[in-house]
């Protein structure tokens, strides 16, 4: 190496290719956020963003996490809501039961620890933090059954912390979503 | 001249040792639930193993790497002796109290909370004050990194402070602002229900301030790693630094954009709003600025050395490099990681795309790939290319470090690859054992077979590592002058690039105002305080 002493114009090529790569940079950067802005607003794709606060030492007792109103309502201008609580080490209700091709909201909360779940192959993925109200709002393209695990670690039973969801084909949900009952597919119910 | 050489190598074997150990357990971890072995007996066995294999991973390896490597860079790049030689000892001592007292802790049970902490599960004192210990150890080192450089340029006034040292500096103070954020949760909400002071824990507000720490401390652990790539990598393989200049403003870049973006960690979370998680990704997305551009910088590096030797072409030059050379081989393998890894970071850190793989095993994947993947096999090449200043020994077996290396590449990949893919398939987490008999994971069982496999060649691959440098013979050869690589030109850089006040500042004032609403929101929230949950037994 014998370029010891700087010679100018190496050193301007040198100093203009390292611009030329800090401008795509920039680029890729500027990009990656415009997409996310427009698929933001257009698709009104977003996690779940509000700050909402239920007391862990009432919610079984009152309000709309009690146990009977727990599960999938169908309400009567249409919307479709699954309300459930996760407690170490289970879901409540364990099979949750919702249409395909329709929006559903989920609000979901924690008694105890820090859960999550997630609904199989979709993108139905939350945490659950004690004190907080995890809303969000997602349809299920494909019918079936799929798993949902606890994604987070909450203790001892973590592993065992499984639940199941049946996507329905929409006429199917329907039919059965009759009057103020909640929907669930946990055996005997 | 290497009046410190007794204390690097004494946070290096701790570190080491400890990576050794901890690698075993992951290992065993994958082994214990895979199709391979019955369900286990005790899963609370397999939390403690995680709990334990994540807090010398997370704290103990990365917080000695640097703090070694920064004391070896004050005496090596600066010329002149270590300031604070007492000083670095006592907080080499408080690390390994809090490393003991942390271990023991965890291995009777009581703390299987994981590395990082979740409460309201709340774990024995001991285990906290055992991590507060190693970080105000590592916190002393900021400040002789701190008190060096200053020095330095006192007596220096006007010289540019060497690349290796501005990096390293540059780290330390990045850690200290970052570990605050843990230092916070634990201090103000852990602790106090840990003792028995209180019954209640604000959940969401210990998880945004460790959210604080949780992703830049990623940064902290990366720099080592990026200072080599800058500092020791180009002298390596024959050649000289494509760009000084680049180098700091990563380094400076790096200590801007690392703190204000942690709530992307929570973008699944219910106690942060849309706005701040918003803000966060796009300034996530800042934080690969200097990333891509020092990978510019060094493939710079090496096509200038390339055709020097004589390579040709647009590509052609590629085979002209070094491959003989371990570090040549270690950054290329360092690099083709860092590009999977980045790939899903920016995936992650995306504020719809998260929600598909929002903490399944592909995040397991993604942080073992950048982390263990990129940045410790340069931590390796740290220590081998130190090893012969620091313990005058002879040169060290190349074919046995190129061995070594291939098997934490093939390793890395056939533990990290299947991870990624049953993660977009939605297989969580932390789980001591699968349910192999069920249908849907069934399909998935191999992967954890397949893990388990890269995990023993990782964990053949840290045998080796710790082997080679046991062995090395020590005090055969004359010490070798160490040097760090030259600039190809060497300019004087602006005096910023010089200086870490602006970019200090920058980190100071972004953090407030990235974290100030929503600690100041949560910390006001009545009902967001839940019982703790007490593991083992108080």
Request: proline residues 6%; contains cysteine; positive net charge.
């Amino acid at each position: 190496m014998s370029a010891a002493a700087p010679s100018h114009a190496a050193a301007h090529v040198a100093e203009s290719a390292e611009r030329r790569w800090a401008i795509i940079v920039v680029a890729i950067v500027a990009v990656l956020v415009a997409i996310t802005v427009v698929t933001g607003l257009h698709w009104a794709a977003m996690p779940p963003s509000r700050v909402e606060t239920v007391d862990v030492k009432t919610l079984h007792l009152k309000g709309e996490f009690v146990e009977s109103n727990l599960g999938t309502e169908l309400a009567a201008d249409g919307k479709v809501t699954v309300r459930l609580v996760a407690q170490q080490y289970s879901f409540q209700p364990q099979c949750l039961v919702v249409p395909a091709d329709t929006p559903v909201t989920f609000r979901a909360t924690s008694t105890d620890a820090i859960h999550g779940f997630v609904v199989g192959t979709t993108n139905a993925n939350t945490m659950l933090v004690p004190g907080f109200v995890a809303t969000f709002t997602t349809s299920f393209r494909k019918t079936g059954e799929q798993l949902m695990p606890c994604h987070e670690y909450c203790g001892t039973g973590h592993e065992a912390m499984w639940a199941r969801v049946q996507v329905l084909p929409r006429d199917e949900f329907l039919s059965k979503a009759r009057g103020a009952e909640r929907l669930s597919c946990v055996p005997g119910k | 001249m290497f009046r410190a050489s007794k204390l690097v190598l004494a946070h290096f074997w701790v570190a080491f040792v400890a990576f050794l150990a901890a690698a075993c357990l992951g290992e065993w971890q994958m082994f214990v639930r895979s199709p391979l072995s019955p369900w286990i007996a005790n899963p609370e066995h397999y939390y403690r193993s995680v709990t334990a294999h994540g807090t010398v991973m997370g704290y103990v390896l990365p917080t000695l790497v640097a703090m070694g490597f920064g004391y070896a860079t004050c005496e090596l790049a600066l010329k002149r002796a270590l300031t604070g030689l007492r000083w670095a000892w006592a907080g080499f001592w408080l690390v390994i109290a809090g490393t003991a007292m942390a271990a023991a802790t965890v291995g009777a049970g009581k703390a299987s909370v994981l590395y990082t902490f979740y409460p309201p599960m709340i774990a024995s004192p001991f285990y906290y004050l055992g991590v507060v210990l190693v970080v105000v150890g590592s916190w002393i080192w900021v400040a002789i990194m701190g008190v060096n450089v200053y020095a330095w340029k006192r007596e220096n006034p006007g010289r540019t402070v060497p690349l290796a040292m501005y990096g390293n500096v540059a780290g330390a103070f990045l850690w200290f602002w970052t570990s605050l954020g843990a230092a916070l949760e634990i201090l103000l909400l852990i602790l106090p229900a840990a003792f028995g002071w209180t019954d209640t824990i604000n959940a969401g507000l210990a998880r945004v301030f460790f959210s604080w720490t949780l992703h830049a401390i990623v940064y902290f652990w990366l720099v080592p790693a990026y200072v080599a790539f800058y500092t020791i990598f180009p002298r390596a393989i024959g050649g000289r630094l494509y760009s000084d200049a680049m180098g700091r403003v990563a380094f400076a870049l790096f200590l801007v954009f690392s703190m204000p973006i942690g709530i992307h960690h929570l973008f699944a979370d219910p106690q942060v709003g849309a706005g701040f998680k918003f803000v966060h990704a796009t300034m996530t997305a800042m934080v690969s600025v200097p990333t891509f551009l020092t990978v510019f910088t060094i493939v710079a590096t090496a096509e200038v050395a390339a055709r020097l030797r004589g390579g040709r072409g647009l590509f052609g030059w590629v085979k002209a490099l070094p491959w003989d050379e371990p570090m040549m081989l270690a950054l290329a393998f360092s690099f083709v990681m860092l590009g999977f890894g980045g790939a899903g970071g920016l995936i992650n850190m995306s504020y719809q795309l998260n929600e598909t793989v929002h903490n399944t095993q592909w995040v397991t994947g993604h942080f073992h790939l950048i982390f263990a993947g990129a940045i410790v096999i340069m931590y390796f090449m740290i220590a081998y290319d130190l090893w012969p200043a620091l313990t005058r020994c002879a040169p060290l077996p190349r074919g046995a470090i190129k061995a070594q290396l291939w098997l934490w590449f093939v390793g890395m990949l056939v533990l990290t690859l299947p991870w990624h893919w049953v993660g977009l398939l939605g297989m969580p987490r932390r789980m001591a054992y699968y349910d192999y008999a069920d249908p849907a994971l069934a399909a998935q069982a191999w992967t954890v077979t397949a893990s388990t496999i890269g995990g023993a060649l990782v964990l053949a691959s840290v045998a080796l590592f710790v082997g080679i440098l046991a062995t090395a013979r020590r005090g055969v050869a004359a010490p070798a002058p160490y040097t760090f690589a030259r600039p190809v030109h060497e300019a004087p850089v602006p005096r910023a690039l010089n200086g870490f006040g602006l970019w200090v500042a920058m980190m100071v004032v972004l953090t407030v105002v990235n974290y100030g609403y929503p600690i100041a929101q949560l910390a006001s929230l009545k009902d967001a305080s839940v019982p703790v949950i007490p593991i083992g037994t108080r």
